[in-house]
Each structure stands twice: as structure tokens, then as C-alpha cells.
């Protein structure tokens, strides 16, 4: 009697229209019920037609009906809701537009809450108890409700698909095993679920790492913010000082300084900022996707996690740069310098000066990530003409007119005495000292030379190591011979392989830290990268072991 009470308590009482309580209930011709108000903007909508109808079974009336009010069903309303039954839908269980509503209900929908794969259909909590009452129903697959259930069943056989084609990546049933999918590589949803869910875990591991990886970036990144405005703040306090002291004339040349560097400040913390955006917006879009493949993980049904898995599961190739690597470095420190050396030069020289500034405020670069060139193409973009400096060649070494080849010759060349020259080893260096990105390249002839950068600074005279280049902490060489390479530094051998070609080219990216040596022809071939920290500015330089070597800077302008 109680079971037969609480249908019709959900079945009876509530207003076709609305899913609530009857309100005011009226009874029309047709024997359905339905709230007073309800019934009647029904009824206002059809007015326009001509043509009344009952809205639950659809039958049609001549006229519009007189509705008087069921006093029955009224007292009924009245003593349930004085008994406690609430009134809204969701409380009562009906089923709503985003709800899975239950296949055996009649009337009132209720929300389901289980889906049979074996029967494909829907149950609420009354009409799914018989599978677990029933021993008929003991081999049924019970899951989360699922709206979409038809999507299990074969559209060629019609029967439910169990099983899963690797060969053709798709979801088939025993006949397609028999038939079009026959000796394919196929398992059961079970056993395909289980790999995906692998995939779909080192997907997460892979996007979690990320995030930490970007991250730490964002955090380096502000870091670095910081600095450059400490330091740009200093410069400009150091600089307002100097010239203070200064006579008129270069308290204007003093504005124009403070207004350089703020614009490269601006500039520069622009550049990192933006990064910064990027990196946080990817950030973002990765624990965006790390949800949805948690989602994906959580669904029980085999069908529905293989149905979404292939839309879901990609990870997208990484766009993510080179990690941020960033080390303590001079930003506008240098203006400081060079603004104080003006304080002891006559008005006649301060345009040279004023020049000199303007460079070094121009020069101030945050070390954000920028890839090594791929292609010679690339490479020459940094290109540095390369001039050898007489002063610092050994009096064996003969040097062209354009200060480009040097040449080991036997008969001493008698080039003057000069406190920058090597006396022992027969070495040479370039004019002028390496900064920032640049590229070079060399040609060889014969046998043997060391292509070699060293700090300015190296020791000159004797045949110490400290004189010889890549046997010191001062200078970093290639030894070309002629069937190999090998690479020295601080008096530390390296053998190495690849290609002899005659020509070899350096790139150089001196505030990254970065040396590489590469053999060029058609195609270029790293031979060794150099990762470390330069102190003060390089400068190219060359060694040759016998008599009749050659070596020549390429003009590659």
C-alpha cells in the first residue's frame, strides 16, 4: 500500500507542464490534470490557432473548455505537502534536460541512476533493482547513466560491441572479427582501456612536467624584471650624480642619458613581461587539459572512454623554448662607467663620449632564450669580419695585406718587438674583441691549426701552457689536423668526429655562453658545442705547427 502511495504521490499529483505539485488543479475534458495557471497560458498560446488540446495526450477540443477546479485532487495536494512532500522536481527525482532520464518510467521520467550495457537502456533507482534481484541479470555490465548508449551497438550487425580493432582503430562487434576485421590485431575493451589509460598517464606525467618546467621559468623570469629595474634605477641615481658635477652643456647630454636608458628598460622589461604572459598562458591551457584527460580517466563505461579518448588524449607537440637559463649579469652598469669617464674629458672630445653611451644602453639585452641558428643561412646573419692583429703575430708568421691569412713561414718575418706578441708559440689573434652573437669562418691548407678564442689577458711570452692556446682557463680551441679534430681547453684533450672539411666555422654567443665549432661544405656539422661562462670579451686566434701552414679569415659579407 506504501509503494502504491508514493506513485502515485510522483505520478499523480504533478502538473504535466511545470513537473511541480498541482497548484489550483483543474481537470479538463480529456480526464488529465494540470495547474490553473498553467493550463491557461497554454491555452493563451493556442488561442491564435483557433484549437485547444490537452498538452499531455494531445487531444484536441471544440472550443476553449471552462476549467473549474478538482476539489479532490486539491485536499489531496494540501494533506501531502502538510505530510513533508517537497515540491521541486529535482527532489522528487524527475528527470531534467541534462539528466539521464530512466527507459521504463511511464509519465513522469525519473533521473536514472545506472545504465546497462547489456540491455542498453537506463534505470532510476525503483526499475533497477530487478538486475540485482534477479539471477538473469547477474552477467550484466552496470555503469555511470549514459546517454548515449547506442553508440555501443554495431551499425552493421546490430549487435554490441566488445571487442577493439588496433588495425583500424575503432570499437567492433564478434561478427565484425568474422568478417571485414578478420585477422587484425583486436582485444577486448578491457585490455584496450587498459593501454590507453597508460598513454593517458604519461600524458599527464608529460603536461604536469611541463608546468613545473614553465613554472620555474615565470618565477626566473620576474626575477629577472627585478633586476633590470634595480639596475636600470642605480644606473639612472649614478648617472644624475655625475653629471650634477658637470658643467651646463652636459646636464642636457645627462636628460638625453636618463631617457635612453628608461626606454631601454621599458623595452627590455616589455620583452620579458610578454614572455612571462606566454608562458602563463600555457601554463593555463596545460592544467586545462590536465583536467579534461582526468575526466576522461574516471569514466567507467570502456565504450564512452574509447568513444572521447582519441579527441581528448592528444598532447600536442611542445612549443616550449629552451629552459630559461638566466645568471647574474652587468645591465646598465656599463652607462655608470662610461658616464663617469666624461666627467675628465674637455668639451672638444664629448661628442665621441656621448657616442660611446648611447652604444652601451643600446647594448643592454636580457639573456632570454634564442635557439643557435640551424642553417649556414642563419648563421651568417651574425657574421664577423675577422682582422689579425700584427702586434700579437710570432715573428714566423706572415700575415696578408688585408690582415685576413697568416702564414707559418721558416725564415724569421723580423716584425718589431711589441709587448702583446707571442715570442714562443706560433700564434696570432684578431684586432678586435668578440661580444654578443657573431659567426666567423676559416679556410685551412696543409697541415695542421688550432682555431682557438682567447680572453685578451693571455700570457704572451714563454712556452708555458698559459701562452698556448686551449692548454689554460684563457682560450678555447679546435685542433684541426688532417683526419680528425680534437678540442682543448685548460690543457684538457677531447677527441671528437666528424667530416674534415677545409673550412670550419665559430659561432659565438658570449653572453649565453656558448662556443660551437662546426666543419663546413654543403651542409653544416656541429663538431663541438661549449657551454660556460665568459668573463671578459674574446678575440679569435690561431695556432700553426709547421713551417708552410696557412690559415685564412673568409670575408663573408
Known amino acids: 500500500m506504501e509503494q502504491r502511495e508514493d506513485e502515485l504521490n510522483q505520478d499523480s499529483i504533478a502538473c504535466p507542464i511545470c513537473l511541480d505539485l498541482l497548484s489550483e488543479p483543474v481537470t479538463i475534458p480529456c480526464g488529465h490534470s494540470h495547474c490553473m495557471s498553467c493550463i491557461k497560458g497554454h491555452w493563451d498560446e493556442e488561442d491564435r490557432a483557433g484549437v485547444h488540446s490537452c498538452p499531455q495526450c494531445g487531444q484536441t477540443f471544440s472550443g476553449r473548455p471552462a476549467l473549474k477546479k478538482n476539489t479532490t485532487l486539491s485536499d489531496l495536494v494540501e494533506k501531502l505537502q502538510r505530510d513533508g512532500l517537497k515540491a521541486s522536481r529535482s527532489d522528487h527525482g524527475s528527470a531534467g534536460p541534462e539528466d539521464v532520464a530512466c527507459d521504463v518510467c511511464s ?47 554495431c551499425s552493421l ?50 603536461i604536469q612536467q611541463r608546468i613545473q618546467d614553465q613554472e620555474k621559468d615565470v618565477k626566473l623570469l620576474q626575477q629577472e624584471v627585478e633586476a633590470i629595474n634595480v639596475s636600470a634605477d642605480k644606473t639612472v641615481e649614478d648617472s644624475e650624480k655625475i653629471f650634477t658635477e658637470m658643467i651646463r652643456l652636459i646636464q642636457k647630454r645627462s636628460s638625453d642619458v636618463k631617457q635612453q636608458i628608461r626606454s631601454q628598460q621599458e623595452t627590455e622589461v616589455s620583452r620579458v613581461k610578454q614572455l612571462q604572459e606566454k608562458l602563463e598562458q600555457k601554463i593555463t591551457e596545460l592544467k586545462r587539459k590536465d583536467a579534461e584527460l582526468e575526466q576522461l580517466s574516471e569514466i567507467e563505461d570502456h565504450n564512452q572512454f574509447l568513444h572521447n579518448y582519441p579527441s581528448l588524449s592528444a598532447l600536442s607537440e611542445s612549443t616550449h623554448s629552451p629552459s630559461i637559463n638566466i645568471r647574474p649579469l ?52 651574425y657574421s664577423k669580419e675577422i682582422t689579425l692583429d700584427p702586434n700579437t703575430a710570432h715573428s714566423h708568421l706572415l700575415l696578408s695585406e688585408e690582415k685576413t691569412k697568416a702564414t707559418y713561414m721558416k725564415e724569421d ?28 669562418e676559416l679556410e685551412a691548407k696543409r697541415g695542421g691549426v688550432r682555431v682557438a678564442v682567447a680572453y685578451k689577458n693571455i700570457k704572451r711570452a714563454g712556452r708555458l701552457n698559459e701562452c698556448l692556446l686551449g692548454c689554460n682557463d684563457k682560450s678555447w680551441a679546435l685542433c684541426c689536423d688532417r683526419n680528425s679534430y680534437t678540442f682543448w681547453h685548460n690543457n684538457v684533450k677531447t677527441p671528437l668526429s666528424g667530416p674534415c672539411f677545409l673550412r670550419v666555422g665559430v659561432y659565438l654567443d658570449h653572453r649565453a655562453g656558448i662556443l660551437s665549432f662546426y666543419s663546413v661544405s654543403d651542409t653544416m656539422t ?32
Open 330 to 381: 652587468r645591465y646598465f652598469e656599463d652607462v655608470t662607467a662610461a658616464v663617469s669617464e666624461l666627467r675628465v674629458i674637455i668639451q672638444d672630445v664629448m661628442r665621441d663620449s656621448w657616442t660611446n653611451i648611447s652604444l652601451k644602453i643600446a647594448e643592454v639585452d636580457v639573456l632570454l632564450p634564442e635557439p643557435e641558428p640551424k642553417t649556414r643561412n642563419g648563421f651568417l646573419k
Open 107 to 153: 509519465g513522469i521520467k525519473l533521473k536514472a541512476v545506472q545504465s546497462c550495457l547489456v540491455c542498453l537502456a537506463s534505470y532510476c533507482d525503483k526499475h533497477v533493482q530487478l538486475h540485482y534481484e534477479s539471477s538473469a541479470f547477474e552477467k550484466h555490465k552496470l555503469v555511470e547513466p549514459c546517454r548515449d548508449l547506442q553508440e555501443s551497438i
Open 413 to 440: 718575418q723580423h716584425h718589431p718587438s711589441h709587448p702583446d706578441r707571442f715570442t714562443a708559440w706560433h700564434q696570432v689573434l684578431n684586432t678586435e674583441s668578440l661580444t654578443g652573437r657573431c659567426y666567423w
Open 157 to 206: 550487425h546490430d549487435e554490441v560491441m566488445k571487442i577493439f580493432c588496433r588495425t583500424d582503430e575503432e570499437l567492433i562487434c564478434y561478427l565484425c572479427l568474422m568478417d571485414e576485421h578478420k585477422d587484425h590485431d583486436t582485444v577486448s575493451l578491457a585490455a584496450e582501456r587498459t593501454e590507453k589509460q597508460k598513454e593517458l598517464q604519461v600524458s599527464r606525467q608529460q
Open 526 to 557: 656541429l663538431l663541438h658545442r661549449v657551454q660556460t661562462t665568459f668573463t671578459q670579451p674574446l678575440h679569435a686566434g690561431l695556432l700553426f705547427y709547421s713551417d708552410g701552414d696557412t690559415a685564412e679569415f673568409i670575408n663573408l659579407k
